[in-house]
């Protein structure tokens, strides 16, 4: 409680950089420090508290009264004018979707909108999921080497986010360039040079979801998520309002597609780094939803959320004010010994790896984890059957600087195609 009455923080707290090297690198090892000594400090760099520990993080999570969601979407590093004048050219006006809405709004609206993610409809999406991974490993099968993220980590996850939604697979180049600049936008630190071209990314990217939601509403009959929503505003127009349609269309895209790329791209590379744990998931199939969700706790694609105090509250036995801005690092949280023995090893067979807090907790716990899952799933039983002798090429992973989402931007691997297993047992 001494602390938030001003007294100054740990060196370490105040150097804490969420846009450098090293938290962007491995942002639970970034907050190692963090959990063994100030498990909550203050950020005067971003003007967040920092929450790194796994039972605070989940205490937060789990009242979403006293801890709103309503800051989840915003600007983490402050515009220019300039930046803000050219957003609103584009008549930009991001506002609450599901993520960030406040209750009783976002439980009505949850509830109206959940059933296209019960398991039977996630069900008839397995079969494309194939599809679309055996076509890319066809592709690639014969040649040897690849870039993963490249060549289908993106593409796989937006052609099922937007089949999923509803919306026209003919502007996929367009949608991941909106993509990173709307995850810069939220959760980066662009420079004042890079804010204004980000600016005019992402107002394009919101001129374009309401062109989309324009197409749909003439023709609302169309299959996805979306055009349901459109019908269900009919019947309940309070609920599902235009403010959240058109929010929502842009959000999703990302959140459908980015978040599963990234995640997709982290567990490759701890397999692969963890030599002897591929082989294992190669032999035995039946391990591969395990090691899924252990890949998600190990090397989340989500690495930290955020919340907003509305009344003064207590974390970890220290007293934030109204208003206060939180930071949960959930990387960290997913890497706390208190939780998780052993925590920075990669344990196929952990028995409460589902515990992770990668897809969030509570009311707002993501609606689209068994999408994510079930499309993870299939990456590797079409890898690990295809391409078991598949390795790592040496190099240096890039990442896009940001708070939040975390996944290689590159991800080159090689292999011996003389050695596909195709060839000696077609
Ligand atoms: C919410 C992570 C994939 C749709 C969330 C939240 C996180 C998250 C951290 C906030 C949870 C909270 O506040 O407690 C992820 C990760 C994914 C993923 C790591 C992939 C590995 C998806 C997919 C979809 C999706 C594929 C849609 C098809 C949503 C929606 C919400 C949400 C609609 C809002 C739920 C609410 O506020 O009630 N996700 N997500 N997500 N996610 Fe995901």
């Not at 060549?151 to 796989?156: G, K, N, P, Q, S």
């Not at 980000?198 to 062109?211: D, I």
């Amino acid at each position: 409680a001494q602390r938030a009455t001003g007294c100054p923080f740990s060196e370490k707290a105040q150097a804490f950089d969420p846009f450098g090297a090293e938290y962007q690198f491995d942002p639970a090892e970034a907050l190692r420090w963090s959990r063994e000594q100030e498990p909550v400090f203050y950020a005067s760099s971003l003007g967040y508290w920092v929450v790194s520990r796994y039972d605070d993080i989940k205490a937060i999570f789990r009242d979403n009264i006293a801890f709103s969601p309503a800051i989840a979407l915003e600007k983490i590093t402050p515009v220019s004018q300039e930046a803000i004048d050219a957003l609103n050219g584009y008549g930009y006006a991001m506002n609450r979707t599901l993520v960030n809405e406040d209750e009783p709004q976002h439980t009505e609206r949850r509830r109206a909108l959940m059933s296209h993610f019960e398991p039977a409809r996630l069900e008839g999406h397995e079969e494309m999921v194939r599809r679309l991974t055996r076509e890319a490993l066809d592709r690639i099968v014969d040649r040897g080497e690849a870039d993963l993220v490249d060549e289908m980590l993106w593409e796989i996850p937006l052609t099922v986010a937007l089949h999923f939604l509803g919306v026209p697979e003919d502007d996929m180049a367009k949608l991941r360039e909106f993509s990173v600049a709307h995850t810069v936008n939220t959760w980066g630190r662009p420079t004042k040079e890079e804010q204004v071209g980000v600016a005019h990314a992402v107002g394009k990217f919101w001129q374009y979801s309401g062109q989309v939601l324009e197409k749909m509403r003439a023709n609302p009959d169309m299959p996805g998520w979306m055009p349901y929503a459109i019908r269900k505003q009919k019947e309940l127009p309070e609920v599902v309002t235009d403010s959240y349609l058109h929010s929502m269309m842009m959000a999703i895209i990302v959140a459908a597609h980015e978040t599963t790329a990234h995640a997709s791209a982290n567990m490759f590379r701890r397999l692969l780094e963890n030599r002897e744990l591929w082989d294992e998931v190669c032999a035995a199939p039946s391990l591969i939803p395990n090691t899924v969700e252990e890949c998600l706790r190990h090397s989340g694609s989500v690495v930290a959320w955020r919340r907003i105090a509305t009344k003064p509250v207590t974390v970890g036995g220290v007293d934030l004010p109204e208003g206060a801005k939180i930071l949960m690092v959930t990387a960290s949280a997913n890497h706390d010994p208190r939780q998780f023995e052993n925590p920075d090893e990669l344990d196929i067979f952990r028995d409460n790896t589902t515990d992770h807090l990668t897809f969030g907790y509570g009311s707002h716990q993501c609606m689209g984890k068994n999408l994510a899952r079930l499309e993870m799933r299939i990456f590797l039983e079409e890898f690990t059957r295809r391409l078991p002798h598949m390795e790592l090429v040496e190099q240096e992973f890039t990442f896009v600087p940001n708070t939040s989402f975390r996944g290689p931007e590159h991800l080159l691997v090689r292999w011996d195609p003389a050695k596909n297993p195709e060839r000696t047992d077609p």
